[in-house]
C-alpha cells in the first residue's frame, strides 16, 4: 500500500520545512515556508470551512477550498503534482505534529478530504487521507482473525437528550448491508459507559474488532478550554457528557482495533483541543473515525453501513474507508454536497499496523462462521401461529425497557425478569430483543404451556450424553439434576443458560380472582432458583418469563423474578413506530388526515393494534358477511375508499371486538367484578399514565379499592410504566361516559396539580396539558388559567401560534380573563388577525384588575404597536405615552425601554431625527438598569 506523508518541521524562528515522502522518510522531497506565509494560508481554509462552507449551496464551494488547500501544498514549482503523476498513492498520512513555536490549528483540523487537483477531488481517485497522531505509542501488528467480523454497537439516547436519534435506523443499515457477510452485532442497549466497560471486559481482546458509538456529540463551550464530549447516559437513563478520557476509562483502555464515534464533531479540534478521536488514539485507541463537524443522521448511518460491509468482506480499514467515500460522493452529480468530508480517520504512532485488515474474505478456508444472529424465529403465538415478532431489523424503540432487562438480567442477586403486560404490547419482542443483546449464554426458548418432559427434552437438546443423562435421570429432583448439570457446565466453560418462557400465562391457573402458578410450572421455577443458589460455581445462569398476568408478589419476590411491567408506545417510541407503517406515515393522498388521526387513536399505543389498522389503511379490510371487519392479507392493496374507511373507523369506535380479541383474553372480562370495573372507569378520566398516587383519591368509595387496583395489574388491565405509572388501556369494555363527570374531573385535576405541579420540580407538556384538559372539564379554572399562560408564553416563543389560539379559545370559553385575553391578543396579532387582536386587547383592559397596572402598561404597549402598523399614528404614540407613565410609575424598567424604542422609530419615520435619537438614548439607559435583558414585555414571563 503506497502511502504519501506530509510533515512540518521547524527550521527557525522565522520559517518551517514542509516535507513530503514515500514510504521512507529518509527520502524526501521539502520545500522552506515563512511562517507568516503557512499561518495566513491555513488560517484562510479554517475560516472558509467553519463560515463558508455548505452542504446545501452544492459542491462548488467544497471544490474551491480543495483547491485551495491543494495548492498551497503544490506550490509555484508544482513539487506535489508530479509526485501524485509518478507514482499515485492510495494514502495521504498527515503528521499531527507541528512546530511547538507556532499558535496555528493542527493540520489535523483542516478538511485534507477535500484535497482537489484540478480535475477531481483526490479522494474520487483512491487516495484516502489519514491523521496520524505521531506522538502516540507506537503500535504492533494485528493478527488477521480468520472468522467472522465481530462488532459491538451502543446508542446513547438519555432521556431529555434532545432530537431523538434513530439509532434503530443506523443499525438495520449496518445488518442489511452485511447481511450476507456473516457479521456479527453485539449491541450493548443501555447507552451506559460503565455497562459498557462490563461488555468489553465479557470478551477476549482478540474477540472485538471494532467498536460503534452513535449519539449526539459536540464541543462543551462553558468549559475553559472548551472540550470534546459524547452524550451518554446514567445508570438510570440521565444525561452524562463523557470525555475522551471518561470512554477511555470505562474501557480500561482495551480498545478494539477500530473505534467509530458516530457523534457531531468527534473529529474536529480546536484551538488549544485536540478532536475527541485524536484524544482517545493518545489514550491508546489504534484507529478512530470521527466526523468534522455536525452531519446528518443519513449520512453517518450510509458510511457506517459501507464501512464495515468492506471490513467484513476482508478489506483493509483504507479500503473500506476509500469505498465508504466513494458511496457518500455519488449525491455530488445530483448538486447536493453530502458530508463526505467530514469523515476523518485518526490513527496512532506507525500508520501500517493500524490500517490493515481485521478479518479474512468470507469463503476463506477454515473461516469461524458468527452465531446465529437472532432468535426471533422461535417466538411465534402457538394459538394463532399468525403473531410474529418483529424481527431485529424491524424492532424499534421500547428502550427503557431494555435496559431495566439488561440490568437485572446482569445482577447476580436476581433469578430473572417477570415481564407482563396486554397483550400486543411486545412483550415476546422485548424478550426475543434481550436474547439477541445476550448471545453469550445458551438460550433455551419455550412457547405456551410447560411441562416437565418438555423442560427437560428443550433443555437438553443440544447436551452431550452425559449430561443428558443427568438431566433426564427422574429418579432425583430436578433442583438436584440442574446443580448437576450446572457445575459440569462450569468445569467444561460452557455458558450459562438464559431460559425464556414466552406465553407463560398459559402456565397460571385463575383462583379466586387472581392467578397462581401451575403444579408443574411451580417445581419448574422453584428448582430452576434452587439450583442457581446451590451450584458450587459461580455461574449467571437466568430466567426470562413474559406473561400477560402476574401472580402473588410475595411468591415472586421469593423466586427472585423481579417484575417489568410493560406499557403502550408514548412519544419518540410511537413516533419511530408510525414512520415504519406505511399506512400512517405515507397514507393514500384519497385519505382524509382527520381518518388516518382516527385509527392511529383507535389503536391507543398498542404496536400490534397499529399494525392491524395500518393494513386497513392500506385497502386490505373489508366486512365479511357475518358483519365482522377482517384483513385480507392476499388482499390487492388498492387505494382505500374514504367513505368505506370511515364506516370501518365507525364500527371500530362503537364495537371493537376485533381490536380487543387481540389483546384480551376472551375470558378475562367474566372475571371483572362491578367494583373492579367501576375502579377502572374512574382511573379511566386519565388519559396519561399517572402515579398510584393519583388513583387513590379517586376510589374512596370502591371496597377494598387498594386490593382491588393491585388485582387490576396483576390481571394485566392497568399499563404500567418504567416509573411505575399506571394508565387503563381504551381498548377495554368499560362504557366510558362522555364527558365524564364533572366532580371526577375536577378532583383528577387538583390530584395531578398537586402532584405534577406543585410537589414536583419540573414537568413535561404532556403532563401539563393534562392537567388543562381536566381542569375545562372539572371547572378547575385557576388552573386552567395558570396552565394556558404558561404554555402560550413557552409556545409562542417558538412560534406555535395556531396551538397557542386553540388553547386561549378552549380556556376562555371556561373563564373570561384578561391575561388569556391578552394572550389570544399578541397570537392573533402574530397571525395577522388584526380585529380580533384589538377585540381581545381592549377586553382585556376592561377586565384589568387596579392592582395589575404592569398588565394594563403590556396592553397599551401592544396596542400602540397596531396602531402604528396600521398608520395611525398619533393614537399610536397617545398609547404607548399612557404605557409609559404606568411603567414610569412602576419601575419597569425593560417595558420602559421597549416603549420609549418603538417611540424613537415613529418620530424617526416622520423625520423627527433629533427627537427619535433622545428617545433611543433614554430607551438604551432605561435597558442598561435591568436586571435582565428585554425580548418581550415581562408580565407573559411571569404570570404562572
Known amino acids: 500500500m503506497t502511502t504519501l506523508s506530509l510533515w512540518l518541521r521547524s527550521l527557525t524562528a522565522d520559517t518551517v520545512e514542509f516535507r513530503w515522502f514515500f514510504e521512507n522518510p529518509n527520502r524526501y522531497e521539502s520545500r522552506s515556508l515563512p511562517v507568516a506565509e503557512l499561518g495566513q494560508a491555513i488560517d484562510q481554509a479554517d475560516r472558509l470551512f467553519d463560515r463558508t462552507l455548505d452542504p446545501r449551496q452544492g459542491p462548488a464551494q467544497a471544490l474551491a477550498l480543495g483547491r485551495l488547500l491543494f495548492d498551497w501544498l503544490d506550490g509555484s514549482d508544482r513539487l506535489l503534482s508530479r509526485q501524485l503523476a509518478d507514482q499515485r498513492p492510495e494514502v495521504l498520512a498527515i503528521d499531527l505534529i507541528a512546530p511547538t513555536e507556532l499558535s496555528w490549528p493542527d493540520l489535523g483540523r483542516l478538511p485534507w478530504e477535500l484535497l482537489h487537483d484540478g480535475d477531481r477531488f483526490l479522494v474520487a481517485a483512491g487516495i484516502v487521507p489519514v491523521r496520524v497522531c505521531a506522538e502516540a505509542r507506537p503500535l504492533t501488528p494485528i493478527e488477521r482473525r480468520n472468522r467472522a467480523l465481530h462488532g459491538l454497537f451502543m446508542a446513547a439516547a438519555p432521556t431529555g437528550g434532545g432530537v431523538a436519534l434513530g439509532f434503530e435506523t443506523e443499525e438495520q443499515a449496518i445488518l442489511d448491508a452485511t447481511d450476507r457477510l456473516d457479521m456479527r452485532l453485539t449491541v450493548e442497549e443501555t447507552g451506559c459507559l460503565e455497562d459498557l466497560g462490563w461488555l468489553v471486559g465479557q470478551f477476549d481482546p482478540s474477540e472485538l474488532d471494532l467498536l460503534h458509538l452513535t449519539g449526539h456529540a459536540g464541543i462543551d463551550q462553558r468549559q475553559q478550554p472548551p472540550v470534546s464530549v459524547f452524550i451518554t447516559e446514567t445508570e438510570t437513563g440521565d444525561r452524562r457528557d463523557a470525555t475522551a478520557a471518561d470512554i477511555a476509562q470505562a474501557l480500561g483502555r482495551q480498545f478494539p482495533p477500530l473505534v467509530f464515534l458516530s457523534g457531531c464533531q468527534t473529529g474536529e479540534g480546536r484551538n488549544g483541543m485536540p478532536a475527541m478521536a485524536r484524544s482517545l488514539v493518545q489514550a491508546g485507541a489504534r484507529a478512530v473515525l470521527g466526523w468534522g463537524r455536525p452531519v446528518y443522521d443519513t449520512d453517518a448511518t450510509a458510511a457506517a453501513a459501507a464501512i464495515y460491509r468492506g471490513l467484513a468482506e476482508g478489506r483493509s480499514l483504507v479500503d473500506a474507508l476509500r469505498v465508504a467515500y466513494g458511496e457518500l460522493m455519488r449525491p455530488l452529480e445530483t448538486g447536493r454536497s453530502p458530508e463526505w468530508y467530514l469523515l476523518r480517520l485518526f490513527v496512532g504512532g506507525n500508520l501500517t499496523p493500524a490500517i490493515g485488515p481485521l478479518v479474512t474474505a468470507p469463503r476463506s478456508p477454515g473461516r469461524l462462521r458468527a452465531p446465529k444472529a437472532s432468535l426471533v424465529g422461535q417466538f411465534l403465538d402457538p394459538n394463532r401461529q399468525t403473531v410474529q415478532v418483529p424481527t431485529r431489523r424491524e424492532f424499534v424503540g421500547r428502550r427503557r425497557w431494555l435496559q431495566r432487562g439488561l440490568r437485572v438480567l446482569r445482577d447476580r442477586e436476581s433469578v430473572g425478569v417477570w415481564i407482563q403486560g396486554m397483550g400486543g404490547l411486545g412483550k415476546s419482542s422485548i424478550a426475543a430483543r434481550l436474547c439477541d443483546r445476550l448471545d453469550q449464554f445458551q438460550r433455551v426458548v419455550i412457547v405456551g404451556r410447560l411441562d416437565l418432559p418438555r423442560f427437560v427434552r428443550e433443555t437438553a437438546w443440544d447436551f452431550p450424553p452425559e449430561q443428558r443423562e443427568i438431566l433426564e435421570d427422574d429418579r432425583n429432583p430436578l433442583a438436584y439434576r440442574l446443580v448437576r448439570v450446572f457445575d459440569?457446565?462450569?468445569?467444561?466453560?460452557?455458558?450459562?443458560?438464559?431460559?425464556?418462557?414466552?406465553?407463560?400465562?398459559?402456565?397460571?391457573?385463575?383462583?379466586?380472582?387472581?392467578?397462581?402458578?401451575?403444579?408443574?410450572?411451580?417445581?419448574?421455577?422453584?428448582?430452576?432458583?434452587?439450583?442457581?443458589?446451590?451450584?458450587?460455581?459461580?455461574?449467571?445462569?437466568?430466567?426470562?418469563?413474559?406473561?400477560?398476568?402476574?401472580?402473588?408478589?410475595?411468591?415472586?419476590?421469593?423466586?427472585?423474578?423481579?417484575?417489568?411491567?410493560?406499557?403502550?408506545?408514548?412519544?419518540?417510541?410511537?413516533?419511530?413506530?408510525?414512520?415504519?407503517?406505511?399506512?400512517?406515515?405515507?397514507?393514500?393522498?384519497?385519505?382524509?388526515?382527520?381518518?388516518?388521526?382516527?385509527?392511529?387513536?383507535?389503536?391507543?399505543?398498542?404496536?400490534?393494534?397499529?399494525?392491524?389498522?395500518?393494513?386497513?389503511?392500506?385497502?386490505?379490510?373489508?366486512?365479511?358477511?357475518?358483519?365482522?371487519?377482517?384483513?385480507?392479507?392476499?388482499?390487492?392493496?388498492?387505494?382505500?375508499?374514504?367513505?368505506?374507511?370511515?364506516?370501518?373507523?365507525?364500527?371500530?369506535?362503537?364495537?371493537?371486538?376485533?381490536?380487543?380479541?387481540?389483546?384480551?383474553?376472551?375470558?378475562?372480562?367474566?372475571?371483572?367484578?362491578?367494583?373492579?370495573?367501576?375502579?377502572?372507569?374512574?382511573?379511566?378520566?386519565?388519559?396519561?399514565?399517572?402515579?398510584?398516587?393519583?388513583?387513590?383519591?379517586?376510589?374512596?368509595?370502591?371496597?377494598?379499592?387498594?386490593?382491588?387496583?393491585?388485582?387490576?395489574?396483576?390481571?394485566?388491565?392497568?399499563?404500567?410504566?418504567?416509573?411505575?405509572?399506571?394508565?387503563?388501556?381504551?381498548?377495554?369494555?368499560?362504557?366510558?361516559?362522555?364527558?365524564?363527570?364533572?366532580?371526577?374531573?375536577?378532583?383528577?385535576?387538583?390530584?395531578?396539580?398537586?402532584?405534577?405541579?406543585?410537589?414536583?420540580?419540573?414537568?413535561?407538556?404532556?403532563?401539563?396539558?393534562?392537567?388543562?384538559?381536566?381542569?375545562?372539564?372539572?371547572?378547575?379554572?385557576?388552573?386552567?388559567?395558570?396552565?394556558?399562560?404558561?404554555?402560550?408564553?413557552?409556545?409562542?416563543?417558538?412560534?406555535?401560534?395556531?396551538?397557542?389560539?386553540?388553547?386561549?379559545?378552549?380556556?376562555?370559553?371556561?373563564?373570561?380573563?384578561?391575561?388569556?385575553?391578552?394572550?389570544?391578543?399578541?397570537?392573533?396579532?402574530?397571525?395577522?388577525?388584526?380585529?380580533?387582536?384589538?377585540?381581545?386587547?381592549?377586553?382585556?383592559?376592561?377586565?384589568?384588575?387596579?392592582?395589575?397596572?404592569?398588565?394594563?402598561?403590556?396592553?397599551?404597549?401592544?396596542?400602540?404597536?397596531?396602531?402604528?402598523?396600521?398608520?395611525?399614528?398619533?393614537?399610536?404614540?397617545?398609547?404607548?405615552?399612557?404605557?409609559?407613565?404606568?411603567?414610569?410609575?412602576?419601575?419597569?424598567?425593560?417595558?420602559?425601554?421597549?416603549?420609549?424604542?418603538?417611540?424613537?422609530?415613529?418620530?424617526?419615520?416622520?423625520?423627527?431625527?433629533?427627537?427619535?435619537?433622545?428617545?433611543?438614548?433614554?430607551?438604551w439607559k432605561s435597558k442598561s438598569k435591568s436586571a435582565m435583558p428585554r425580548a418581550k414585555p415581562p408580565p407573559c414571563t411571569n404570570w404562572a
Request: proline letters at 6%; charged letters at 25%; aromatic letters at 6%.
Open 488 to 923: 459440569q457446565q462450569a468445569r467444561l466453560g460452557q455458558p450459562p443458560f438464559l431460559w425464556v418462557f414466552d406465553d407463560f400465562e398459559n402456565c397460571l391457573e385463575l383462583r379466586n380472582g387472581t392467578y397462581q402458578l401451575q403444579p408443574a410450572a411451580a417445581e419448574i421455577l422453584e428448582a430452576i432458583a434452587t439450583a442457581i443458589d446451590r451450584q458450587a460455581f459461580d455461574q449467571p445462569h437466568k430466567l426470562l418469563i413474559t406473561t400477560r398476568y402476574d401472580i402473588d408478589p410475595a411468591l415472586r419476590d421469593r423466586l427472585r423474578l423481579r417484575h417489568l411491567g410493560i406499557d403502550g408506545f408514548r412519544d419518540g417510541d410511537a413516533r419511530k413506530l408510525r414512520e415504519r407503517l406505511p399506512g400512517f406515515s405515507n397514507p393514500a393522498a384519497t385519505l382524509p388526515r382527520s381518518l388516518v388521526e382516527r385509527a392511529w387513536k383507535l389503536g391507543d399505543g398498542n404496536p400490534r393494534l397499529w399494525r392491524w389498522l395500518d393494513r386497513l389503511l392500506s385497502g386490505l379490510g373489508r366486512l365479511d358477511e357475518s358483519g365482522k371487519i377482517t384483513i385480507d392479507p392476499q388482499g390487492t392493496g388498492d387505494r382505500p375508499d374514504p367513505d368505506t374507511l370511515s364506516t370501518l373507523l365507525d364500527r371500530l369506535a362503537q364495537q371493537p371486538d376485533e381490536l380487543r380479541e387481540q389483546v384480551l383474553a376472551a375470558t378475562l372480562w367474566d372475571w371483572v367484578d362491578q367494583d373492579l370495573h367501576h375502579l377502572l372507569q374512574r382511573a379511566a378520566i386519565y388519559e396519561l399514565p399517572v402515579p398510584p398516587a393519583a388513583i387513590d383519591p379517586l376510589l374512596t368509595n370502591i371496597p377494598a379499592a387498594t386490593n382491588r387496583l393491585a388485582r387490576a395489574q396483576a390481571l394485566g388491565l392497568l399499563e404500567r410504566s418504567p416509573a411505575g405509572e399506571l394508565r387503563v388501556p381504551r381498548i377495554l369494555p368499560l362504557d366510558l361516559p362522555s364527558p365524564p363527570p364533572q366532580e371526577l374531573a375536577a378532583l383528577a385535576c387538583q390530584t395531578l396539580y398537586r402532584l405534577w405541579w406543585e410537589a414536583a420540580d419540573s414537568s413535561t407538556e404532556e403532563q401539563r396539558l393534562e392537567i388543562h384538559r381536566l381542569a375545562l372539564l372539572g371547572k378547575e379554572s385557576e388552573i386552567a388559567l395558570k396552565i394556558a399562560n404558561l404554555l402560550s408564553v413557552q409556545w409562542r416563543a417558538v412560534s406555535r401560534f395556531r396551538e397557542t389560539q386553540d388553547l386561549c379559545e378552549k380556556t376562555i370559553r371556561l373563564a373570561n380573563d384578561h391575561r388569556v385575553l391578552a394572550q389570544l391578543g399578541m397570537v392573533s396579532s402574530n397571525l395577522g388577525q388584526i380585529a380580533k387582536a384589538l377585540d381581545c386587547y381592549n377586553q382585556a383592559l376592561d377586565q384589568c384588575p387596579t392592582d395589575d397596572q404592569q398588565m394594563r402598561a403590556l396592553l397599551l404597549h401592544e396596542l400602540g404597536m397596531i396602531y402604528a402598523n396600521r398608520g395611525e399614528i398619533e393614537q399610536a404614540i397617545a398609547l404607548y405615552q399612557q404605557s409609559l407613565e404606568i411603567e414610569e410609575q412602576i419601575g419597569n424598567a425593560q417595558g420602559k425601554a421597549a416603549t420609549l424604542h418603538q417611540l424613537g422609530i415613529l418620530y424617526a419615520n416622520r423625520g423627527e431625527i433629533e427627537q427619535a435619537i433622545a428617545l433611543y438614548q433614554q430607551s
